[in-house]
């Protein structure tokens, strides 16, 4: 059940997923779209072991996981990206301790 209920956590993703499991596991968003660049090795996979690690546990509600590419190189496509989400900003979350700086700085 999340403390938060109509919130959403957007979350960059790296080959560093623990700050990723203890953000969600400490805030409990209803849902979670996490971006990854398309670098297989730092980010893309590592977001898919986070999804599946997260659904395994039921940290969040069954499909409530959303895997989503973004550019690693391009801040206005991170920011497209962003924007295109349609997120309502005062029941959202970003957790940037992932991706890298030029994502983080778009978000």
């Not at 403390?3 to 400490?26: T, Y």
């Not at 977001?47 to 391009?74: N, W």
Request: hydrophobic share 40%; with cysteine; net charge neutral.
């Amino acid at each position: 059940m999340s403390d938060f209920p109509d919130e959403v956590m957007v979350s960059l993703v790296s080959e560093k997923v623990w700050p990723q499991i203890l953000a969600l596991g400490h805030y409990r968003p209803s849902s979670v779209k996490m971006l990854h660049s398309p670098d297989a090795e730092r980010s893309r996979r590592p977001a898919a072991h986070l999804k599946r690690f997260l659904e395994r546990t039921r940290m969040l509600p069954s499909g409530s996981i959303k895997l989503i590419e973004v550019p690693d190189d391009d801040f206005s496509a991170v920011e497209k990206c962003l924007d295109g989400l349609g997120l309502d900003l005062s029941q959202s979350l970003v957790n940037f301790t992932g991706g890298n700086k030029l994502m983080a700085t778009a978000a």
